[in-house]
Each structure stands twice: as C-alpha cells, then as structure tokens.
C-alpha cells in the first residue's frame, strides 16, 4: 500500500507561516485520505472567523476541509468519519445541527468531544475514502 503525503495546500500557506505549523494537511493511505484538524481561521488572513456566532466560525472550519478534499480531489460526499474538538461543550447542539445540514445520509460516523484548544472555538478532522458515500 503506498503512502503518500499531499501539502501544503497553497490557500493555507498564511496559516502555515503564522503558526508555524509543520504537518502534512492531507495523507492519502491508498484508497483513504486523512485531513489534518481544521479549526474557523480564514486561511487568506489567519486571523480567527466569526468567533462570536459558533454557526458560522464551525462552517469556516467545515469550508477548509471541503478545501483539503477539494485539493485531494475528493469532496464531503467522500468523508466516512468526523472528529470534532469544540472548545466549549454547549456549542453542541449547534454543531450537531450544522452536522445534517453539510453531510447526508448514510452519515460519516463520527466523534464529537470537548478540548480547551489553542486557537478557535472548534477543530474539524475527517477521514475520506475514494469512494463516495452517496451518488448525488
């Protein structure tokens, strides 16, 4: 099975020079890709997005991970598995309800708990496949 790393992106090279990050944003194992955490930044300014309404800063951060699938050639139709990291555990319902409006059933199982992160109010991380989960 070949491993193969894909990044930087190009769109998130702010963010990688602002943090300093050293990480691989896409792994593709095969048939399945692996995307690094995705928190609310706006990747042109790396400055954090709608941070007073979690709506909107949770649909940035699902909006850079549509753009690491984009960039692997893969869409949120290919996601099989989501993790979220919410900086504040009230947020849920509000993420859950964000959850069923980007994705479709048969859903991408997921995991969502509570972390006190760095930067943002939520971090996104997905696991892809080649294959689609639905045919729209």
């Not at 549509?66 to 993420?95: C, I, Q, S």
């Not at 479709?104 to 996104?124: F, K």
Request: charged share 25%.
């Amino acid at each position: 099975m070949m491993l193969k790393l894909l990044g930087p992106v190009d769109a998130f090279q702010v963010l990688n020079e602002k943090f300093q990050l050293r990480t691989t944003p896409v792994v593709q194992i095969g048939e399945i890709f692996l995307i690094s955490g995705m928190t609310g930044l706006d990747p042109a300014t790396g400055e954090v997005a709608h941070e007073a309404d979690f709506k909107e800063h949770a649909r940035t951060a699902l909006d850079n991970v549509d753009k690491m699938l984009r960039a692997a050639g893969l869409n949120l139709d290919h996601v099989v598995k989501v993790k979220a990291y919410l900086k504040n555990t009230e947020d849920f319902p509000v993420w859950n309800e964000l959850f069923y409006e980007c994705f479709t059933e048969p859903y991408p199982a997921r995991t969502t708990v509570g972390a006190p992160l760095v930067v943002g109010l939520i971090e996104v991380e997905v696991v892809a496949t080649t294959q689609p989960r639905v045919v729209r």
